[in-house]
């Protein structure tokens, strides 16, 4: 006799509510680009070593799982702790190699020139003025970062978007009350620009060229650093995906 397969708790679960987020996204982010509609990557965020990988942890950094509150659904949690310039970097995480060690695979031949999309689903928890919170995160982790989430010395308030040594665009987008907000974050290169939504609004909340990305394979990642001031800052990821051509 087949069994029956309930999510617990009811409602759907977290892999259940994860593929619904995942619908959710990338029917909006082919309704912007047609040719984005290959999942690279993605992940619950419910566990790490498995589907994220961490880079060596910068001064008092951590990434660790978290509760949600009143849930028994759980989120990676990425802090500084408060050393200056202490961070720690999430990334996609599929390749294995020797030893049961796995490595990232590169989602995109060319942060500069390729298609893809990242999306996250985030909450801020703290900042500072020096901070840099990348929550969709294009990069080849050695020379320039091309992200949607906090840029400290820009706004401690609202998201930015800042791509590689560009100044940082505020997108006038306000992270809310921190450590409760959660928001739908969608970052969009197309070859030439990139775009950052925000919470399902249709209208780009800020675009910048794509061209100064780093200019190498890229992979997807993620982390809180907090810069020269020597305070925590901190974010939970609660979904992750990245859609390529």
């Not at 942890?57 to 028994?72: K, Q």
């Not at 990242?118 to 050695?142: G, P």
């Not at 001031?229 to 995906?241: E, G, I, K, P």
Request: proline share 1%; hydrophobic share 45%; charged share 10%.
């Amino acid at each position: 006799m087949a069994a029956t397969v309930n999510y617990y708790p009811p409602g759907g679960g977290q892999e259940a509510q994860s593929l619904a987020w995942l619908a959710t996204v990338g029917s909006f982010i082919a309704a912007k680009s047609a040719t984005l509609t290959n999942i690279a990557f993605r992940s619950t965020c419910n566990t790490l070593g498995g589907e994220i990988g961490l880079t060596a942890i910068s001064g008092t950094a951590t990434s660790r799982m978290v509760r949600s509150s009143g849930s028994l659904n759980v989120r990676v949690r990425s802090s500084s702790g408060a050393t200056a310039n202490s961070f720690q970097r999430m990334h996609n995480q599929n390749q294995p190699i020797a030893a049961g060690a796995t490595i990232a695979n590169t989602l995109v031949a060319n942060c500069r020139t390729s298609l893809y999309a990242i999306a996250t689903r985030v909450i801020i928890n703290a900042v500072n003025n020096t901070c840099a919170i990348t929550c969709c995160n294009m990069a080849d982790e050695a020379t320039a970062d091309a992200y949607l989430g906090v840029t400290g010395a820009t706004s401690q308030t609202n998201f930015c978007l800042t791509i590689g040594a560009a100044a940082a665009v505020d997108t006038s987008v306000a992270i809310g009350t921190l450590g409760v907000t959660e928001h739908d974050l969608i970052m969009i290169g197309d070859g030439t620009n990139i775009s950052a939504y925000i919470d399902g609004n249709t209208t780009a909340a800020a675009t910048g060229l794509q061209n100064t990305s780093a200019n190498a394979a890229g992979i997807a990642n993620a982390y809180a650093f907090n810069g020269a001031t020597a305070s925590n800052v901190s974010f939970d990821l609660l979904q992750w995906a990245v859609f390529v051509a």
